[in-house]
């Protein structure tokens, strides 16, 4: 009897969490702590926190399962490198 895997990605059984979000998450919480506890920055710290929660939801985007990937896509086609070629006719 074997066992298989949908995938090889760590999933930690909840809402296909993975070990990369968690690994993303944190630090954004503790800044978030940090900034909205002991500095006079608590507006900016909610929503840098809201931005981060947004970046976390999940959606259907092929294989892309969270919105930083998505996001992560999006800037990676608009930086990538541009090739013009010009031709004149006649």
Do not use: Q, W
Request: positive net charge; glycine residues 6%; aromatic residues 14%.
């Amino acid at each position: 009897m074997y066992i298989t895997l949908k995938s090889i990605k760590r999933n930690l059984g909840f809402k296909g969490l993975e070990v990369l979000d968690i690994i993303i998450s944190l630090p954004m919480i503790i800044l978030f702590i940090f900034f909205f506890c002991f500095t006079s920055l608590k507006i900016p710290a909610i929503v840098g926190l809201m931005i981060g929660i947004f970046c976390l939801l999940p959606i259907n985007v092929s294989k892309k399962n969270r919105m930083y990937k998505v996001i992560e896509l999006i800037i990676n086609y608009l930086i990538r490198e541009k090739i013009f070629i010009y031709k004149k006719k006649g």
